[in-house]
């Protein structure tokens, strides 16, 4: 295992050893210490590495993922796994608020609490918060799945797409076009699936299911309101 100490290395420093491995691999496992905080840790790595940063994070960790799995041995600022692509990012605390924002693909996992905006405009990516998420929570959530075994704040789901939200507790209100839906046998499989990749050990019949009313795919003069 490769470690760098960040008392001792810069971010620009840490990085850069990173992405030099999506040309030759030479070594696959990593390990980040005295992160205290710094910003745009493991951020846009296109190699399939395993990265453990021991401690917190700042600002868009692990951003623009593809590949890697990195796993945060604390909490995480604003914007963790941001534009994630493939691999998966797990922080073992809380996340402050955009985590997983506009992602495509990929396993975000949160094993606290989230803050307002987790998994805006997100775009293919599965979000498991083993906590709670604030509001607006999967705001223009276009596709993928949202889950969250906590409570879930003010306006979740505003004006989403197709995203699948999954709620075990309580929703403080749903944002425009977005409903509770019929909770059928592939969404029982479909989320099972996910708690199991995520290692979240919670019965899929205890969640509630919302998504999209689609009614505000295509303009119109009596939902003006609305939009």
Known sequence: MKTIDLDQSSVRELNQALHDQAQECTEREWQVTHPAGKHNLACGLDQNLSIDIVGHAGYYCAGMNKKAHVVVHGNVGQGVAENMMSGSVRVKGDASQSAGATG??????????????????????????????????????????????GDAGDALGDSLYEVHIYVKGQVKSLGADCIEKEMRDEHLQELGALLNRAGVDEDPASFKRYGSARNLYNFKVDNAAAY
Request: net charge positive; aromatic share 2%; proline share 0%.
């Open 104 to 149: 495509h693909g990929g396993l975000l996992v949160i094993e606290g609490n989230a803050a307002a905006r987790c998994g805006i405009s997100m775009k293919g990516i599965d979000i498991v918060v083993k906590g709670s998420v604030g509001h607006m929570s999967c705001f223009m959530g276009q596709a993928g799945n949202l889950v969250v075994c």
